[in-house]
T-cell receptor, first 115, second 111 residues
């Protein structure tokens, strides 16, 4: 079974803090993604990475950056947290080959509250 | 501009009856579609997929229908069970997997 692990289930941070959300997958997937989920808006793509050290902006990258130094790990960084970044953050991975190609596997999510 | 739309934010259905969830898309480059189910405080889990070369895919109680000319897909759950109460998201992508998601439909299955 594919496992995508997000380091924290719940986080509370202060406005202006730098926040790191970590995600690790154990299936050697090439692609990794960060989404945020907000009521009425569904899942919106923040950033994705299709290889180590490669990244592309998604639909809502403002205020975020990412890091992928190793294939299994994809980090989302909030440079200076703001209250409008309070959300559920979901990491996902997918493979580019095989019978499960392009199927997204999600972590359990991190509920981030910025006060 | 949302390219994938789920226009019904909620759906209530009786146990044992059919649930029909709808999804519309605008991008004609989309050719691969997924449905996910999500419980509160959990990540979405994969339900069923369909590619544009098909118009129907079945997996147990779940069937997805794709109408490419109308840019419309639907998920049928038959029969609906209490454990099906969750939020359902449809997602679409072109050939390589950068998926766009809809806003979700909250399904409540009542006894």
């Amino acid at each position: 079974d594919v496992k995508v692990t997000q380091s924290s289930r719940y986080l509370v941070k202060r406005t202006g803090e730098k926040v790191f959300l970590e995600c690790v997958q154990d299936m050697d997937h090439e692609n990794m993604f960060w989404y945020r989920q907000d009521p009425g808006l569904g899942l919106r793509l923040i950033y994705f990475s299709y290889d180590v050290k490669m990244k592309e902006k998604g639909d809502i990258p403002e205020g975020y950056s990412v890091s992928r130094e190793k294939k299994e790990r994809f980090s989302l960084i909030l440079e200076s947290a703001s209250t409008n970044q309070t959300s559920m953050y979901l990491c996902a991975s997918s493979s580019t080959i095989g019978p499960l190609m392009n199927r997204l596997f999600f972590g359990s999510g991190t509920q981030l509250s910025v006060l | 501009d949302q390219q994938v739309k789920q226009n019904s934010p909620s759906l209530s259905v009786q146990e044992g009856r059919i649930s029909i969830l709808n999804c519309d898309y605008t991008n004609s480059m989309f050719d691969y579609f997924l449905w996910y189910k999500k419980y509160p405080a959990e990540g979405p889990t994969f339900l069923i997929s369909i590619s544009s070369i098909k118009d129907k895919n079945e997996d147990g109680r779940f069937t997805v229908f794709l109408n490419k000319s109308a840019k419309h897909l639907s998920l049928h759950i038959v029969p609906s069970q209490p454990g099906d109460s969750a939020v359902y998201f449809c997602a679409a992508s072109p050939r390589w997997g950068k998926f766009q998601f809809g806003a979700g439909t909250q399904v409540v299955v009542t006894p």
